[in-house]
């Protein structure tokens, strides 16, 4: 008796966790189809992640990409709409309203996946703004040709800044306030 009411208990949290975990993901679903002019972005890391945190410190709009669950929670704990799945796939994209979109921010820690991404954002909504994060050099010029209208080298980016740190001290230093007064 004590085993079959302990079977039956579990199998009622267990509905009830299904449950409300269907009902969240249909209210975040209801949301994201709900948006026009936002952002999505993909890859909620080391790049994705500050940026989905200024956009929203901004107050606009974006829904968050990842395929990482613990990444994924993250990003629901913080806030933000976000869709596990891959962004490399047309479907994932669609449900994250590419359509609608005003722009998508490709910062997977893949260039060929980014590029991918770039390729799909543009078929299937050609006038959505790209910007893209690229480690290798020689993928710039592939990532612009699948339809980037920005690409970023986080790399490039700093080593740039730790030379011009080393010639102009004081022009980076301004550099440096003028950033931090911007991020508030």
Not at 150 to 168: C, E, K, L, M, Q
Request: with cysteine.
């Amino acid at each position: 008796g004590g085993i079959g009411t302990a079977t039956y208990a579990f199998g009622v949290l267990v509905r009830a966790s299904i449950m409300a975990q269907l009902a969240w993901r249909g209210s975040m679903h209801r949301k994201i189809s709900q948006l026009k002019d936002h952002y999505i972005i993909c890859g909620f890391g080391r790049i994705g992640r500050p940026v989905a945190e200024r956009l929203k410190a901004t107050g606009t709009d974006c829904v968050v990409i990842e395929g990482d669950h613990n990444a994924l929670e993250v990003a629901r704990e913080r806030g933000f709409l976000a869709i596990l799945g891959n962004a490399t796939e047309d479907d994932v994209l669609l449900e994250a309203g590419i359509k609608r979109a005003k722009g998508i921010v490709c910062a997977v820690n893949s260039d060929a996946d980014n590029i991918v991404i770039a390729l799909g954002a543009r078929e299937l909504s050609p006038d959505v703004r790209i910007i893209a994060r690229v480690d290798e050099d020689g993928a710039t010029r592939k990532i612009r040709r699948a339809g980037a209208d920005h690409v970023v080298s986080p790399f490039r980016t700093a080593a740039n800044d730790i030379a011009n740190g080393i010639i102009n001290p004081n022009v980076a230093e301004l550099f440096r306030q003028s950033s931090r007064a911007d991020s508030g």
